[in-house]
T-cell receptor, first 114, second 109 residues
């Protein structure tokens, strides 16, 4: 069966520091991969998605970037964190089910920028 | 207008009650529809996909009305463990999901 891992689970970083969040998927090949952010009291916002190695689409221009160096690895980065980057960061992967793509989320990283 | 709108609630119901959540979406090109459940400080989990003919999974029934751009979720015989936030989700091209802000359900004994 497929599993998705994210780390770290919790992170506290000062403003201006760099960020690297990692997500890996097991048990599937060539998945679509996604990064979402959920800010306090707000809905989930899609940040990036990838349909293959080195292929990244950005949904919202901001202080973050993403990379996919391997088929089942997706990395979210920032060179300098802002207070507004605080939130719950979720990685997801998708699989085709009938005529639709169902997405499954990792356990998330709760980031607090101080 | 938000792309996916839900009544935020909270819905406070006793155990055993039947509760219905509604959701509307603005983009008629939306192709796929889902309900996710999110517990406090946890990741969203797929509850069920919503098909045009409507579908049922145990105590949960989902309906889709494409003409009215309306999705519903019915929960019968509510359990304490059903307490969570229910997210209505639509997708256009099979890639990006657009999430509603969620409806909070609290089931009490």
């Amino acid at each position: 069966s497929q599993t998705i891992h994210q780390w770290p689970a919790t992170l506290v970083q000062p403003v201006g520091s760099p960020l690297s969040l990692e997500c890996t998927v097991e048990g599937t090949s060539n998945p679509n991969l996604y990064w979402y952010r959920q800010a306090a009291g707000r809905g989930l916002q899609l940040l990036f998605y990838s349909v293959g190695i080195g292929q990244i689409s950005s949904e919202v221009p901001q202080n973050l970037s993403a990379s996919r160096p391997q088929d089942r690895q997706f990395i979210l980065s920032s060179k300098k964190l802002l207070l507004s980057d605080s939130g719950f960061y979720l990685c997801a992967w998708s699989v085709r089910s009938y005529y639709t793509y169902e997405q499954y989320f990792g356990p998330g990283t709760r980031l607090t920028v101080t | 207008r938000k792309e996916v709108e839900q009544d935020p609630g909270p819905f406070n119901v006793p155990e055993g009650a039947t509760v219905a959540f509604n959701c509307t979406y603005s983009n008629s090109a939306s192709q796929s529809f889902f309900w996710y459940r999110q517990d406090c400080r946890k990741e969203p989990k797929l509850l069920m996909s919503v098909y045009s003919s409507g579908n049922e999974d145990g105590r949960f029934t989902a309906q889709l009305n494409r003409a009215s751009q309306y999705i519903s979720l019915l929960i019968r015989d509510s359990k304490l463990s059903d307490s969570a936030t229910y997210l209505c989700v639509v997708s256009r091209a099979g890639t990006a999901l657009i999430f509603g802000k969620g409806t909070t359900l609290s089931v009490s004994s």
